[in-house]
């Protein structure tokens, strides 16, 4: 596979790699985003149980 | 069986079981994603007529999917909660909110990009669009329902209202493209008997969206737990389980 060719996207090279790469930002914003919602919780639940 | 069912309902069973159950979603869903994208990008063969740009299509489809299959499953609970009282299923609509806005804000966008080199517009006001984007609006005003009561219990049943009366805008989206004359094209996969699209163009969608629906058992898992610790914060078990 010619990785230019590839690159160019058959000349929608913008609109393929922009979507690509919004739905990687989602996916990795859901993923940062479910992280931080259980571990504050986690958090705040070990603080109180400290008190 | 119901007693199974109300162990499953406890919060301090369901917020270890989530804890188990997390990492199989989470690690064939990344594998499975990660095939699909090199798939859909690399080995689908080029479209007659949309040539790579409906490579979109990969992306597209599959969020445009989990907007609506999240949205089902957030009224849904909400029902279970309205109806049995189960805080359990409440939390669970709660959390279902914010991933589904974020799908719904990618099938939009990604469909946006497809739109401008196929159709030539960014937007354009037809059926489907206006309801994919009324879907949005739905998540974000539930969330917003949510956040403007203090108590968790009202919040529960006044957001739980908005969500199953929401539902009929599902429907509504998946068969706008036959009820009225639309820009988007009618669909062309979920034609089991004969779909309307080659075979080898399929299995990288498939794949898709079989690893967002594990991506989205991930992601439901941790923010229930969160949810389960916050509504749990003054329980015994809590305590104990240090």
């Known amino acids: 596979m010619d990785l230019q060719e590839f690159v160019r996207m058959g000349g929608y090279a913008g609109y393929v790699w922009t979507a690509y790469g919004l739905t990687a930002l989602v996916l990795a914003w859901n993923w940062w985003a479910a992280r931080r919602c259980e571990s504050a919780e986690q958090l705040s639940a070990q603080r109180r149980s400290a008190d | ?242």
């Open chain 2, 1 to 242: 069986m119901w007693l199974w069912l109300h162990k499953l309902g406890s919060p301090p069973h369901a917020y270890r079981l989530l804890g188990k159950m997390a990492p199989w979603f989470g690690w064939p869903a990344l594998a499975l994603i990660l095939i699909a994208t090199y798939w859909g990008l690399v080995e689908a063969p080029r479209d007659y007529q949309q040539g790579d740009a409906f490579r979109i299509l990969y992306v597209h489809a599959p969020s445009a999917w989990m907007s609506m299959f999240i949205y089902v499953v957030m009224a849904v609970a909400a029902g279970i909660g309205m109806v049995w009282r189960i805080k359990l299923a409440h939390a669970a609509a709660a959390a279902c909110a914010p991933i589904g806005a974020s799908f719904t804000f990618l099938a939009l966008a990604t469909g946006s990009i497809w739109g401008k080199p196929m159709w030539g517009t960014w937007w354009v006001w037809d059926a489907r669009l206006t309801s994919e984007l009324i879907l949005l609006f739905l998540y974000l005003g539930y969330m917003a329902l949510r956040s403007s009561f203090d108590d968790p219990q009202r919040a529960d049943r006044a957001s739980a209202v908005l969500a199953i009366v929401g539902v009929i805008n599902v429907p509504i989206i998946h068969y706008s493209v036959e009820w009225w004359t639309t820009l988007h094209q009618p669909a062309s996969v979920t034609k089991l008997d004969k779909p309307s699209i080659a075979i080898e163009m399929l299995y990288p969608l498939f794949l898709m969206i079989i690893g967002f629906q594990l991506y989205f058992g991930w992601a439901i898992s941790r923010r229930l737990r969160g949810e389960i610790l916050r509504r749990e914060r003054n329980a015994k078990w809590l305590k104990e389980s240090r």
